[in-house]
């Protein structure tokens, strides 16, 4: 059963709006979380973090904000551009495993101009 | 950009053929990891290792082996292809220090018939 979840396989988006993308996740030794933008026929590139101590963090236009009762963070970007469009995967790490991480199975974002 | 290349970066292969896919790092990173990412999955861990000829299994390392005999190069090996193995494979890379940032490469495509 996954443990990470992103229920939304795409989102489309006008320019200049704001896209959200969600994620979910079942562990509770998860905490600290991360997102990763992935463009075609490249691997993900690191986007922004977030440690469980924490329920906001913000750079630029990418915010992303956790709600650990819930067991759900998402990931704001506004406002939204065409360069955006790609595959957004959450990911998440447990307290005790060092580097590890487990994926969502992504959210493939498209910002129409 | 991190630096770290796979070669090669497509292979066709056929079914019961060996295959070995290589991940190499000019970084110095401690931790090297093996995902493949197929539809709806995500990214899913193989295996990983955490130093020069320490290894240990991810989440779906049946029919997969893996070697690190220096710090660079971390080595995926299909004994025995099948067609369940037909994916993308990314290796990353990640340091010790406590950030759970993994640095992807560029990605493997593989196909066996």
């Known amino acids: 059963d996954q443990q990470v979840k992103q229920n939304s396989p795409s989102l489309s988006v006008q320019e200049g709006r704001i896209s959200i993308l969600n994620c979910d996740y079942t562990?509770?030794?998860?905490?600290?979380f991360l997102w990763y933008k992935k463009y075609p026929a490249e691997g993900p590139t690191f986007l922004i973090s977030?440690?469980?101590?924490?329920d906001k963090n913000e750079d630029g236009r990418f915010t992303v904000f956790l709600n650990k009762s819930a067991k759900h963070l998402s990931l704001h970007i506004v406002p939204s551009q065409p360069g955006d469009s790609a595959v957004y995967f959450c990911?998440?790490?447990?307290?005790?495993?060092?580097?590890?991480?487990?994926f969502g199975g992504g959210t493939r974002l498209m910002v129409k101009p | 950009d991190a630096g770290i290349t796979q070669s090669p970066r497509h292979k066709v292969t056929e079914t019961g053929t060996p295959v070995t896919l290589r991940c190499h790092q000019t970084?110095?990173?401690?931790?090297m990891y093996w995902y493949r990412q197929d539809p709806g999955h995500g990214l899913r861990l193989i295996h990983y290792?955490?130093?020069?000829?320490?290894?240990d299994k991810g989440e779906v390392s049946d029919g997969y082996s893996v070697s690190r005999s220096k710090t660079e190069d971390f080595l995926l090996t299909l004994e025995s292809a099948t067609s369940s193995q037909t994916s993308v494979y990314f290796c990353?890379?990640?340091?010790?220090?406590?950030?759970?940032?993994?640095?992807f490469g560029p990605g493997t495509r593989l196909t066996v018939l």
């Open positions: 990353a890379i990640s340091e010790s220090s406590g950030s759970n940032e993994q640095f």
């Open positions: 562990n509770s030794m998860f905490d600290y």
């Open positions: 977030i440690s469980s101590i924490k």
């Open positions: 990911a998440a790490s447990p307290n005790n495993a060092g580097n590890m991480l487990t």
């Open positions: 970084e110095n990173h401690r931790y």
């Open positions: 290792s955490y130093g020069v000829k320490d290894t």
